[in-house]
Each structure stands twice: as C-alpha cells, then as structure tokens.
T-cell receptor, first 114, second 111 residues
C-alpha cells in the first residue's frame, strides 16, 4: 500500500504570493489533517478534513485554508505569504474522523518564503 | 535532513540501555495521548497510544506510562538500538479532537 504523498517536496515563494500544497492520502483513508512544523513552535495543527468537510480547525489566520476532494485528496492554500510561514507542512491521513485513529504522515512540503 | 527543532532537549543513551523520554501535557481534559517518532527528512511515525482510562500500555520494545495526577507521560524504549535515533514527540487530544504536540526530545544513541 502506498503511503501518504505530498507535492511538491520543496517550494520557494516570495512574500505576498500565495501557495497551494497537495496531499494524497493512503488509499481508503477518508481523513486528512494538516500540520505546520517550525523550529520555534514545533508541530501545530492546522485543520482536518473528512469526507470533503472541514471537521476541525486549529488557531491559524484565515490566510490558511484547505479543501478535500471526493477522492480524499486534499489541498491547502496559504495566501499573502509572510516570512513566518516558512515551515515544513505535513499532512496525515487516517481511516476515520478524529485523532483517535492512527495517523500516517507524509514526508512534508518544505516551504521557504523570502 | 529536516531540522525539526534547533533547541530540543537531547537525551543521550548507550546502545543496549533503556531510554526514558518524558513529557508533561497541559490539558487536564485530554483523554488520548500518542507518541510519535520523527527521523530526519521524514514525517512523524506513530509509535504507541494510550487512553486516559489506562495508566500503562506496552508495545514491541516500547511502554507508555500515563500519570494523570501530575499530567505526565513517558515513553520507555527497551534495549535502545541505533535505529531508535530520532526526535520523539508526545501529543494529546481532548474531546474537541484537536491534537497538541509537545516540543520534542532528540534521542541520541551512543555506540
């Protein structure tokens, strides 16, 4: 079974631009969660999607958004990029809604904002 | 590899010894706890979980202990191997299902 895949793996953007990251979950998994990982703040929960609906949301500004498609693939978008958005963005898929289901993480997308 | 934390606490353990990684959690309403392992250049990997109605759970070479009185979680790794070298995160989740990760501990294995 293929694992969680994220594209692109690396990305460099300029302040003010927007970016879209993609996550393909493990086949059969319907839940996708997104996290931001930085040296200063560690791993922080962004949002969770289940069956195309946002089920839960962390404490991030509205510039961070996401969506999930009918095939469970998910995208997250960050608009008006700031230097502080430089981070490793991880997605995780699981077989059910909520974090009590084991999550499988992808390798992440390393976003650098200059 | 990825830099997951420049100022992480580090635990150095001799190969073959047992490792104990500690974590203090913040929310007394948290009812589900997970330990993850993150190797350089990879996403976190689930190790073991425990629910708040338990105080101990064992897996293969790993044991998680939960002390709800002092809001403390620990991960014990038996007979530590070079492949155990990684950053270890504890995470907590409450009924809102939002997951909160700890800052992580870097486990360094000495030959």
């Amino acid at each position: 079974k293929a694992g969680v895949t994220q594209t692109p793996r690396y990305l460099i953007k300029t302040r003010g631009q927007q970016v879209t990251l993609s996550c393909s979950p493990i086949s059969g998994h319907r839940s996708v969660s997104w996290y931001q990982q930085t040296p200063g703040q560690g791993l922080q929960f962004l949002f969770e999607y289940f069956s195309e609906t946002q089920r839960n949301k962390g404490n991030f500004p509205g510039r961070f958004s996401g969506r999930q498609f009918s095939n469970s693939r998910s995208e997250m978008n960050v608009s008006t990029l700031e230097l502080g958005d430089s981070a490793l963005y991880l997605c995780a898929s699981s077989g059910g809604a909520g974090h009590s289901y084991e999550q499988y993480f992808g390798p992440g997308t390393r976003l650098t904002v200059t | 590899g990825e830099s997951v934390g420049l100022h992480l606490p580090t635990l150095s353990v001799q190969e073959g010894d047992n490792s104990i990684i500690n974590c203090a959690y913040s929310n007394s309403a948290s009812d589900y706890f997970i330990w993850y392992k993150q190797e350089s250049g990879k996403g976190p990997q689930f190790i073991i979980d425990i629910r708040s109605n338990m105080d101990k759970r064992q897996g293969q070479r790993v044991t998680v202990l939960l002390n709800k009185t002092v809001k403390h979680l620990s991960l014990q790794i038996a007979a530590t191997q070079p492949g155990d070298s990684a950053v270890y995160f504890c995470a907590e989740s409450d009924r809102d299902d939002k997951i909160i990760f700890g800052k992580g501990t870097r486990l360094h294995i000495l030959p």
